[in-house]
C-alpha cells in the first residue's frame, strides 16, 4: 500500500494513517499473545516466537499505554480485562483518527501535532533511566525505539507537506 504524505489526501493512507495502523496491530499482536499465553502458558515462558513478538508489540506502543495496562492488570489480575482495552483502544484511536481528520484539515493538522508531540515525549522518556525502561532486553527496547521514532517521521513528514 502506497503512503502519501499531507493532510489534505482522505482516500490514501498518510504517515498518520500508518501510525494508526502501526498502534492497531501491535495493540492486535499483544492481545494475541496475551490470549495465547492465558491458553498455553509454557509457549511464552520459552524464549521463541512468540515471546519476541509480545515483547516488539509492547514496545511498538506508547510507555504511558503500557504503564496504564500494567496498573490495570495490576488492580484487577485479569488479563481479560488487558485484552479488551487493548483492542478497543486500538479501535477508538481508529474512528477518533478518522472523525477529526475529516472535519478540517485545521483539525486534522492539529491531532498530527498531538501525534507528534506525544510520539517525542515517548522516546524522551525512552531514554531516561527509569526501571520499566529496563524490562526488555536491549534488542528489544532499540526496536521499540526505532519503529516510534519512524512513527513520528512519518507524522512530521505529512506535516511538513501540508
Not at 494513517?17 to 509457549?43: E, H, R
Not at 483518527?97 to 501535532?113: D, G, H, L, V, W
Not at 522516546?123 to 521499540?144: K, M, Q, W, Y
Amino acid at each position: 500500500m502506497k503512503i502519501s504524505f499531507g493532510i489534505e489526501d482522505k482516500k490514501r493512507l498518510t504517515g498518520a494513517g500508518t501510525y494508526v495502523k502501526v498502534f492497531q496491530v501491535s495493540s492486535l499482536v499483544l492481545a494475541c499473545c496475551m490470549l495465547l499465553a492465558s491458553q498455553f502458558p509454557p509457549v511464552m515462558l520459552k524464549r521463541g516466537l512468540f515471546s519476541a513478538l509480545f515483547d516488539l508489540a509492547a514496545m511498538s506502543l506508547p510507555r504511558a499505554w503500557v504503564w496504564l495496562l500494567s496498573c490495570i492488570y495490576r488492580a484487577s489480575s485479569k488479563e481479560t480485562i488487558l485484552f479488551f482495552a487493548l483492542l478497543v483502544l486500538a479501535l477508538a484511536l481508529d474512528i477518533a483518527f478518522r472523525k477529526i481528520s475529516a472535519r478540517s484539515p485545521k483539525a486534522a493538522e492539529n491531532i498530527r501535532k498531538a501525534f507528534a508531540v506525544l510520539i517525542a515525549a515517548d522516546l524522551v522518556i525512552r531514554l531516561l533511566p527509569f526501571s520499566f525502561n529496563s524490562e526488555f532486553s536491549f534488542i528489544t527496547n532499540a526496536a521499540g525505539f526505532a519503529v516510534r521514532l519512524a512513527c513520528l517521521v512519518l507524522i512530521v513528514l505529512d506535516l511538513r507537506k501540508k
